[in-house]
């Protein structure tokens, strides 16, 4: 089993990805026949947002999926590339620039360190915050992706992946040099969709207030629901700088 990280922004689909990569090596190396839930999906990666070398070395013991996710991007630190680095393989991960603006923003809310910040009764057209928030923390991703992609030896697009999810196979052979078996590929699947995830983490959150929602909604184009022309316009303007190294399209 190879040792692998993924690097990636925040709200780019890393939680999806975890859920697949451990249904599936539990299916076939733990011979467990049940999904993951949330809080078993802790302690199965041992993954976080920061490095944490002592995790990545209790993997290997415990003969878990040697994965760990890290989230800053490649030029943060010389800690960080050296990190990135040591593994074996890396793989990268983004998304469309408009769902993944969405995505953070609603995660943001969510969280109670903020939500006293904006006034969530107003429309989302209307909301100043909501545009202030996209722009400004649209440089900060187009940046993580120009100092990281090329960096990867395997690149996921996020759409790409909604739409057909046989480059997961590919992901699976980046772990295993071995034959990959059907049943618990489609079994893996359907048990990291966002709708089983999303009931999943429903009943977690009962009787919860500050649990964070991690799969709020992962459909491709939600933007369109939710930002104005202007706004679209803007963030395609600003990500057109990219268009040579990423595979996007208005969707």
Avoid at 213 to 241: C, P, T
Wanted: some cysteine; proline content about 2%; hydrophobic content about 40%.
């Amino acid at each position: 089993m190879n040792n692998v990280v993924m690097f990636a922004h925040p709200k780019t689909g890393q939680h999806w990805i975890l859920f697949f990569l451990a249904n599936y090596h539990r299916i076939i190396y733990q011979n467990i026949n049940k999904p993951i839930q949330w809080e078993s999906l802790l302690e199965f990666g041992k993954f976080g947002g920061k490095i944490n070398i002592l995790a990545q070395n209790q993997m290997y013991k415990e003969g878990l999926l040697h994965l760990l996710r890290v989230e800053y991007p490649y030029s943060y630190s010389l800690e960080v590339k050296r990190f990135v680095d040591s593994f074996d393989k890396k793989v990268y991960l983004y998304r469309n620039p408009f769902d993944t603006m969405i995505s953070m923003y609603y995660y943001f809310i969510a969280n109670p360190l903020y939500i006293k910040q904006i006034n969530k009764t107003k429309n989302f057209e209307d909301n100043q915050y909501f545009e202030d928030f996209c722009k400004s923390h649209l440089m900060g991703y187009m940046s993580h992706i120009e100092v990281s992609i090329d960096k990867a030896d395997l690149v996921l697009y996020y759409d790409s992946l909604k739409k057909d999810p046989s480059d997961f196979k590919k992901l699976l052979q980046f772990f295993y040099d071995e034959k990959i078996y059907d049943q618990a590929f489609q079994k893996a699947l359907k048990w990291s969709s966002f709708e089983y995830v999303n009931e999943m983490e429903k009943k977690l959150k009962q009787g919860q207030e500050n649990v964070v929602f991690h799969a709020r909604d992962g459909r491709v184009g939600q933007y369109k629901e939710l930002m104005s022309l202007d706004l679209i316009n803007y963030i395609q303007d600003k990500w057109d700088i990219l268009k040579e190294r990423v595979e996007f399209a208005l969707v």
